[in-house]
């Protein structure tokens, strides 16, 4: 990636937002969140909108191993259970056909969300999500607060006030 990139990202209505540089992380982070959610991908970002699980398959039907040909109620009762295991399986297919929509809709959206996050931070930490094996936008989100926003941030800000006060008082002396 071009390390030498512009300082700002388009959004779609032109505003410019700051590129995530790591130190801007706060404004940064309340700004972008701001555009995810009013373009509709805050839910996919947030992880309040989760990616769709399979549903499992239906469990096979207990059926007795032989049935003795006089016994009526123990073939109606395996009649029974063969055909509730087909509308299960109906039902599973059914199940499976929304399944498959709500992930499109989940990945588009994701994708969506991943373009405007990629977009929005400097090449050094574009590349360094992609190091990280980051694949969705919820996972980006998180590991940019990881890394800026979370405890981390808060080490790194004490140490600098520690520095500045120890950099006051040597030139008091």
């Known amino acids: 990636m071009n390390s030498n990139r512009s300082t700002s ?11 995530l540089t790591g130190l801007n992380y706060p404004r940064w982070s309340r700004q972008l969140s701001n555009l995810l959610e009013a373009n509709g991908l805050w839910d996919v970002t947030s992880g309040k909108h989760r ?15 032989h049935i003795h040909p006089d016994d009526v109620r123990a073939r ?3 009649r029974w259970a063969m055909e509730m295991y087909r509308v299960a399986f109906r039902n599973h ?3 499976l ?10 990945k588009r959206l994701d994708r969506k969300a991943m373009a405007v996050i990629r977009g929005a931070v400097s090449a050094e930490i574009g590349e360094w999500l992609e190091g990280e094996g980051v694949e969705t936008a919820c996972e980006a989100w998180r590991r940019l607060w990881e890394l800026w926003g979370g405890e981390e941030r ?15 008082g040597c030139g008091n002396s």
């Open 154 to 168: 808060r080490r790194v800000e004490e140490w600098c006030w520690e520095v500045m006060k120890a950099h006051k």
């Open 51 to 65: 990616k769709p699980i399979a549903p499992p398959p239906p469990p096979p039907p207990v059926l007795p191993k």
């Open 93 to 95: 297919d059914e199940d």
């Open 97 to 106: 056909g929304n399944f498959v929509e709500r992930w499109e809709c989940w």
């Open 76 to 78: 109606r009762a395996r």
């Open 9 to 19: 990202f388009r959004t779609s209505t032109g505003r410019k937002l700051p590129v």
